[in-house]
């Protein structure tokens, strides 16, 4: 069954300090995957993209890696500010049919 | 912004009204999307529209009812709505609907059914 699973399901850390989320996902064929981060009341804006040859990918202090072969992707933000909080979703596309397969997301609190 | 709106960005509405959700996007795209999004669920696609025609339909209940005018522009037709209805209606676009392209989306409309 193609899935994308989340965890933690929530997380609450303090303004400069680091955190990883975590993805596993069972997609196949696989394409890419991507992270978004949603802002509450506000769509999904995609932070990073990667195919199953990349490593790792940064967008700031946002940075993403993927392993293919256990397929988990991690997203880990460094020195925290207030504006973090929002909900981060993982995405897998699969490669035959290029559907998105979501994950439940992650809702991040950065509290003072 | 990511260069597409959505109106209205809050709806409630009984089970027995009628009532449209519209999208529009300034982006140039072809592909056009309807997701549906429940607390605590993942983000689930209901229709896709490619250069205006439906290429995908994910077995949504007929009492949601999509139209696309234009490649701009995307319409969701609500009626006899039930309670379970309710989530935030989040609308997408995309240069075309197949390869790696980026989908943009929406504000959202938070639609609550009564």
């Known amino acids: 069954k193609n899935q994308v699973e989340q965890s933690p399901q929530s997380l609450i850390i303090l303004e400069g300090k680091n955190c990883t989320l975590q993805c596993n996902y069972t997609v196949s064929p696989f394409s890419n995957l991507r992270w978004y981060k949603q802002d509450t009341g506000r769509g999904p804006v995609s932070l990073t993209i990667m195919t199953f040859s990349e490593n790792t990918k940064s967008n700031g202090r946002y940075t993403a890696t993927l392993d293919a072969d256990t397929k988990q992707s991690s997203l880990h933000i460094t020195a925290s500010q207030l504006s973090d909080s929002a909900s981060y979703i993982c995405?897998?596309?699969?490669?035959?049919?290029?559907?998105?397969?979501f994950g439940q997301g992650t809702t991040l609190q950065v509290k003072p | 912004e990511t260069g597409v709106t959505q109106t209205p960005r809050h709806l409630v509405m009984g089970m027995t009204n009628k009532k449209s959700l519209k999208c529009e996007q300034h982006?140039?795209?072809?592909?056009m999307y309807w997701y549906k999004q429940s607390a605590k669920k993942p983000l689930e696609l209901m229709f896709v529209y490619s250069l205006e025609e439906r290429v995908e339909n994910n077995s949504v209940p007929s009492r949601f009812s999509p139209e696309c005018p234009n490649s701009s522009h995307l319409f969701l037709h609500l009626h006899t709505l039930q309670p379970e209805d309710s989530a935030l209606y989040l609308c997408a676009s995309s240069l075309t609907s197949g390869g790696d392209n980026e989908q943009f989306f929406g504000p959202g409309t938070r639609l609550t059914v009564l």
């Open positions: 995405v897998a596309k699969r490669g035959n049919t290029g559907k998105l397969i």
């Open positions: 982006l140039g795209h072809n592909a």
